[in-house]
């Protein structure tokens, strides 16, 4: 678990953000904006109405085989 931690890639991205010379509060300000933003549409989601369920099925299309690929 420790080596797949130590490669994710937000924390790595950020650490070399900072190694190029911006800002850790300027980092940290994007990363609370963004999570607010996160925040603000999960609560839209979880107060919004189900959809119908005849959405169920719009827009997907399979019949098992490779037809599709070019």
Partial sequence: MK???AK???PRYRARLVELGINAAEIEKVEAETNAEI???TEIARNAPPPSLDL???DVWADGGS????
């Fill in 3 to 5: 080596a797949w931690l």
């Fill in 56 to 58: 169920a099925e719009k």
């Fill in 39 to 41: 925040d603000r549409a």
């Fill in 8 to 10: 994710d890639p937000l």
């Fill in 67 to 70: 037809a599709w690929r070019n």
